[in-house]
């Protein structure tokens, strides 16, 4: 089944506290994308990947890291996870020319 | 800028029909998308339009495209409780290597038996 996988679904962490949201996908798919889900701002993206090497900032980027080192995955790093990183996080990935499709989201809290 | 906007809130009697709208601001989008949120939920892909079609009928969705006006809409025909979420009108653009999505901030839509 064609899917993008999120890990964690949900998380509750302290500040400073590094972590890693792994997005995998399963499609082959060359672009892949973060976005940040916010009550009243809507999604806004954080990074994107057009392929494996290549990657750039999105529109609020500080304060997270990606990396892509092979096609199929994605993940978004907090280095020092503060409050105001406290989100749900949604992972996309599409084909050239061809629709998005996201993972099912994942729920951070930062205490 | 690049812009997304949409109305906040729809209500409708159950076994009636919703409309969606959206209007959006980049005359250079690809594709325009209707996605389903519920409660707690991830973002479900309802259907999208290419931007050079004038509409497309999936079932009991109809989106509409005016390209002209830049306005978008979701018609939920024979609505029901289950289709009470939050619709998300979003457009595809190509920001240089980016094919990033522009979202509005959601509809909320209360279907009422």
């Known amino acids: 089944e064609a899917q993008v996988t999120q890990n964690p679904r949900y998380l509750i962490t302290v500040t400073g506290k590094k972590l890693t949201v792994t997005c995998s996908q399963n499609?082959?798919?060359?672009?892949m994308s973060w976005y940040r889900q916010d009550p009243g701002l809507g999604l806004r993206q954080i990074y994107y990947?057009?392929?494996?090497?290549?990657?750039d900032k999105g529109d609020v980027p500080e304060g997270y890291k990606v990396s892509r080192k092979e096609k199929r995955n994605f993940p978004l790093i907090l280095e020092s996870p503060s409050p105001n990183q406290t989100s749900l996080y949604f992972c996309?990935?599409?084909?050239?020319?061809?629709?998005?499709?996201f993972g099912d989201g994942t729920r951070l809290s930062i205490l | 800028g690049e812009d997304v906007e949409q109305s906040l809130f729809l209500s409708v009697r159950e076994g009636d029909s919703s409309v969606i709208n959206c209007t959006y601001t980049?005359?250079?989008?690809?594709?325009l998308y209707w996605y389903k949120q519920e409660p707690g939920a991830g973002l479900q892909l309802l259907t999208y339009i290419f931007s050079n079609m004038d509409m497309k009928q999936d079932q009991r969705l109809t989106v509409l495209l005016n390209k002209k006006d830049k306005h978008l809409s979701l018609r939920i025909a024979d609505t029901q409780t289950g289709d009470s979420a939050i619709y998300f009108c979003?457009?595809?653009?190509?920001?240089?290597?980016?094919?990033?999505?522009?979202w509005g901030l959601g509809t909320s839509l209360a279907v009422n038996p």
């Open positions: 990947s057009m392929n494996v090497e290549v990657t």
């Open positions: 996309a990935s599409s084909p050239p020319g061809g629709t998005q499709h």
């Open positions: 979003a457009e595809s653009i190509n920001a240089g290597n980016n094919r990033k999505l522009i």
């Open positions: 980049d005359s250079s989008s690809t594709y």
């Open positions: 499609m082959n798919h060359e672009y």
